[in-house]
């Protein structure tokens, strides 16, 4: 199984706002993002859904290795 099938496995949340969020990084800027991204990315995965879409809206704080990330995730769909 390739890297981007893991992880767009991992990608479906069962949380429709994230599982749109997260399949629209990885189809749009997962083929340009950098090794320390797809592995922030695959470390931001083992977050339980509320902790991630909280960051994601701005509720939770965002730890700053993360804040690019998330930043990126934000502008999906701007």
């Given amino acids: 199984m390739s890297e981007?099938?893991?992880l767009k496995m991992r990608s479906r949340r069962g949380?429709?706002?994230l599982d749109v969020v997260l399949q629209h990084y990885l189809?749009?800027?997962y083929p340009s993002a950098s090794p320390?991204?797809?592995q922030?990315?695959?470390e931001l995965l083992?977050?339980?859904d509320p902790l991630l879409f909280g960051m994601l809206l701005g509720?939770?704080?965002v730890p700053e290795a993360y804040t690019a990330l998330i930043n990126t995730l934000r502008q999906a769909h701007d």
Avoid: F, V
């Fill in 59 to 61: 509720m939770d704080p």
């Fill in 27 to 29: 189809e749009h800027h």
């Fill in 40 to 42: 922030r990315l695959d």
């Fill in 36 to 38: 320390t991204d797809i």
């Fill in 4 to 6: 981007l099938s893991r």
């Fill in 15 to 17: 949380l429709k706002e």
């Fill in 46 to 48: 083992d977050l339980q």
